[in-house]
């Protein structure tokens, strides 16, 4: 809880595709990931939504657990697929690649 209150948490999590992006309304979230509508996430109290690129969403607080809660929610809206690799991720996540079909 000290290091919370002196340094603060954070994740930083990272958008792939074609066309996919985020961008900030006040303390909202919109992500463009693919679906006919953005996807809104409002930053409940003691969290703070921060954007390097329009593809690097940082969400910083004090509280360990509802940062990674809201983290885990944002990275719901569209989780990373094992073709592309299109989605949303985690900068330190690893996604394995498979592969597609073949022609002979």
């Known amino acids: ?14 958008i792939s595709g074609t066309g996919f992006k985020g961008k900030l309304e006040g303390k909202k979230l919109v992500l463009n990931v693919g679906y006919t509508h953005p996807v809104e996430f409002t930053a409940p109290e003691g969290i703070k939504f ?3 690129k329009e593809t690097v969403v940082k969400i910083k607080g004090i509280d360990r657990g509802l940062v990674g ?5 944002v990275r719901g809206a569209k989780e990373p697929e094992p073709y592309k690799g299109k989605g ?15 022609g002979k």
């Open 88 to 102: 949303i991720k985690y900068s330190t996540e690893v996604v394995l690649r498979k592969v597609g079909k073949r």
């Open 1 to 14: 809880m000290i290091t919370g209150v002196t340094k603060g948490f954070e994740k930083i999590l990272e």
């Open 50 to 52: 921060e954007l390097e």
């Open 69 to 73: 809660q809201i983290a885990a929610n």
